[in-house]
């Protein structure tokens, strides 16, 4: 008798063992639960006072003021050369001040970069494009006594083409007179593409 006591025992405790992870789960959940309800009702209490002390703190305008400081601080104003050709064939070419990026290289570098990218909504509206082949990259410069050397990649060779037959050589030009705008002691501009000096 006491046996089968014991028996029924032993058989009863594994059964109480297994329920006993099936309610913490359920108990974990129901205040998880809890806990989520809690927070959205404090959310929505006191979302009206967060609100006005966000307008009051004034900090999207400090942010704005951050974003405009760092902005100006990556980029500068450049002259750079574009090209307004008119319809009997002709050419004129105008200077235009555009913001251009800092690179961490030269002056030199910056506004040939600037002059690659082409013309912003600003010379756009007066008319002014740019010669210079899209796909034109920037390899290298390097700056000797009063020569630069320009080293571009070969989609330059490709510029102007529509524009006819001096198209390169204006494309040419309008890299000459951007860096002359940015150093008047500049004589010569040599273009070179891919290592090689380019003959217009």
């Not at 046996?3 to 025992?9: A, C, H, I, S």
């Not at 235009?96 to 290289?105: D, E, F, N, V, W």
């Not at 050589?169 to 501009?189: F, H, M, N, S």
């Amino acid at each position: 008798m006491i046996e089968d006591l014991q028996d029924e025992l032993q058989r009863q405790q594994p059964e109480r063992k297994e329920r006993t992870p099936h309610r913490r789960g359920a108990f974990l959940l129901l205040a998880f639960i809890f806990w989520i309800i809690y927070s959205a009702v404090l959310i929505l209490a006191f979302m009206p006072k967060m609100i006005v002390a966000f307008r009051e703190s004034d900090i999207v305008r400090l942010i704005s003021e951050i974003d405009e400081r760092k902005a100006a601080s990556e980029t500068r104003d450049a002259k750079l050369c574009f090209v307004i050709p008119k319809s009997d064939g002709s050419t004129t070419f105008v200077t235009c001040s555009q913001k251009i990026t800092k690179t961490g290289a030269s002056e030199y570098h910056d506004v040939v970069e600037g002059l690659l990218e082409g013309p912003k909504s600003e010379a756009l509206s007066t008319g002014a494009i740019s010669y210079i082949d899209r796909g034109t990259h920037l390899i290298g410069l390097t700056v000797s006594e009063s020569t630069v050397f320009v080293n571009l990649s070969e989609s330059f060779t490709g510029s102007g083409s529509s524009w006819g037959p001096n198209g390169l050589e204006t494309a040419c030009k309008q890299i000459t007179k951007t860096i002359q705008a940015l150093d008047p002691g500049i004589r010569d501009v040599i273009i070179l593409i891919n290592g090689d000096v380019l003959s217009v």
